[in-house]
């Protein structure tokens, strides 16, 4: 049916046609709640093995294009950004995949696990990453202005550059994230003056000074 036709132009040659296929998976999911998870988890798989290939050169005299995916793997990530968030039985498993430049303006990624992923300069405005896994994640000159990232784990992340305007980043665990200068660091955390990484207030040299005697 339906399903597996579409499951067979995801390996075809020609990108209108996985591109194609990307759309019929999304429309079987909305359609079919049973098929829903399994298409998911497809497309998941489809944009780690898929993403990041290399990009040529700009030919002589021309600039390079700014970064993005290619057209099949946005398509996957804009199908995996608005399914039907009720119908998962796991969470959105991108981890290491390559998302520079990728557009996820909106997307519900509450849960999603992040981890290692590249998302330089990739738009985030208005996500849910609630309780998401972004350790190690790399987001530098990301725009998350207005995106939720409660509960997210942030751990180790380098966020040097990024628009965080709005942002709410309540019980995030931010422990070694590098935090872009002239953004405000959130309640509860200080930049450590060596290294510029995040670390919980009260730590490291604030412990060090209270343990001092007092004269």
Avoid at 98 to 103: K, N, P
């Amino acid at each position: 049916g339906r399903y597996a036709l579409a499951l067979g132009q995801l390996d075809c040659e020609e990108l209108d046609v996985r591109i194609g296929g990307i759309r019929a998976l999304e429309r079987v999911a909305r359609d079919s709640p049973g098929h829903h998870p399994a298409v998911m988890g497809m497309l998941a798989d489809f944009i780690r093995e898929r993403s990041g290939p290399p990009r040529p050169p700009p030919g002589p005299g021309r600039q390079a294009p700014e970064p993005s995916p290619r057209p099949d793997v946005q398509a996957a990530i804009t199908a995996l950004g608005r399914r039907r968030t009720e119908r998962d039985l796991r969470p959105v498993d991108l981890a290491g995949a390559d998302l520079t430049g990728a557009d996820l303006t909106g997307a519900v990624l509450a849960r999603a696990v992040l981890a290692r992923a590249d998302l330089l300069a990739a738009r985030l405005v208005h996500a849910d990453l609630s309780g998401a896994d972004l350790g190690g994640a790399r987001l530098t000159g990301a725009s998350l202005a207005g995106a939720d990232l409660t509960g997210a784990d942030l751990a180790d992340a380098d966020l040097v550059g990024a628009d965080l305007a709005r942002a709410e980043f309540a019980g995030a665990e931010l422990t070694g994230a590098l935090w872009p200068l002239g953004e405000p660091v959130p309640a509860g955390w200080q930049r450590h003056t060596g290294s510029g990484q995040l670390i919980a207030a009260g730590t490291g040299a604030d412990r060090a000074a209270a343990r001092q005697p007092h004269c």
